[in-house]
């Protein structure tokens, strides 16, 4: 009867926060906002994992937390690739 389990918030809250992140990061100067909502992304993907191993009986949503978890480790990296490419282009002018 794992369906009728309700889903932990955290997992959802990573997911949301993921879809965010990912495509915000290619935007210029929305991309500074991935530095700070993709790591409480991740803290929440992390966080909702272990809930979920530790109370299996009691709720769901670890594929939606690991989900979430690496959307926003996506959307950090992607955002840290950009920054650092353009502070190398600056500095070269």
């Known amino acids: 009867m794992k369906s009728n389990l309700p889903t932990n918030g955290m997992a959802i809250s990573s997911v949301v926060l993921g879809a965010i992140a990912?495509?915000?990061?290619i935007?210029?100067?929305l991309n500074f906002l991935v530095l700070v909502i993709g790591p409480l992304?991740?803290?929440f993907g992390w966080r909702a994992i272990k809930q979920v191993k530790q109370h299996p009986e009691e709720m769901k949503g670890s594929?939606?937390?690991l989900?979430?978890?690496l959307l926003n480790v996506a959307g950090t990296a992607?955002?840290?690739m950009i920054l650092i490419f353009l502070a190398m282009f600056?500095?070269?002018q």
């Open 22 to 25: 990912l495509p915000t990061a």
């Open 27 to 29: 935007f210029p100067f």
């Open 41 to 43: 992304g991740m803290f």
């Open 63 to 65: 594929g939606l937390a």
């Open 67 to 69: 989900t979430g978890l």
């Open 78 to 80: 992607l955002t840290l």
């Open 90 to 92: 600056i500095q070269k």
